[in-house]
């Protein structure tokens, strides 16, 4: 085995420079070129951020129609109670510019506060009668309960007399079975079986 004076990495080193370098041409021009590319994408870019393909006008003033304007009157007077706008401010289309009251005032003040005085009026006339009709209604059910279990008392007498009338029938009928039967083997007088059938019949 034999032992190199020198490690394997040297020698292969030294392998490829027998073979030469590489070199890269570098032109004297490359950072002129280089300049001119930045400088028009830096071009381009401030063309997309601030560029504009049609011309704009910055105005003020007021839009009108082509064919003129018309005066629509109102059909009530009004008083501008507010202003939502100041002068010289934008508003968008819909916006509210004035407050106008149509309130007309009479020796008792506002029509539409009278109005809502009187509103307020019958309102409470109103509740004072649904509050009344209640309690007459509660008191008419209760009469109609009251009289309901009167009723219900009645029916149940009833049925229990109609029950003892049956009950009286039925012992009736079995007495003058009884009465006929002694009748027919002479322990009982026709007189007998005849007040039987009358208790019966009164059954």
Same mark, same amino acid.
């Given at each position: ?12 080193? #030294? ?9 890269? *041409? ?8 280089? /300049?001119?590319?930045?400088?028009? $994408? ?10 504009? *393909? ?5 105005? #003020? ?5 082509? #064919?003129?304007?018309? $005066? ?15 002068? /010289?401010? $934008? ?39 649904? $509050?009344? +009709? ?11 309960? #009251? ?20 009950? +009286? ?5 079995? +007495? ?10 002479? *322990?009982?007088?026709?007189? +007998? ?11």
């Amino acid at each position: 085995m034999t032992t190199s004076l020198f490690r394997q990495e040297a020698l292969d080193a #030294t392998r490829h420079k027998l073979m030469g370098t590489v070199s890269l *041409y570098s032109p004297p021009w490359r950072w002129l070129m280089i /300049g001119v590319a930045t400088a028009l $994408t830096l071009v381009v870019v401030a063309f997309f951020v601030f560029g504009s *393909y049609t011309k704009r006008e910055r105005v #003020t003033g007021q839009l009108l129609p082509a #064919t003129g304007l018309l $005066t629509v009157a109102p059909p009530l007077t009004g008083t501008v109670v507010a202003t939502r706008v100041r002068e /010289g401010q $934008t508003v968008a289309a819909g916006a509210e510019l004035l407050a106008i009251s149509a309130e007309v005032a009479t020796e008792l003040g506002g029509t539409r506060e009278t109005v809502a005085r009187q509103l307020r009026f019958q309102r409470s006339r109103l509740e004072t009668d649904l $509050t009344s +009709q209640s309690q007459l209604s509660g008191e008419a059910q209760r009469g109609l309960r #009251t009289r309901a279990a009167a009723l219900d008392d009645q029916l149940t007498q009833i049925a229990r007399q109609n029950a003892q009338r049956l009950r +009286q029938a039925e012992l009736a009928q079995r +007495q003058l079975d009884k009465l006929q039967s002694m009748r027919e083997l002479g *322990y009982a007088s026709n007189s +007998q079986v005849e007040q039987q059938e009358g208790v019966l019949l009164d059954a």
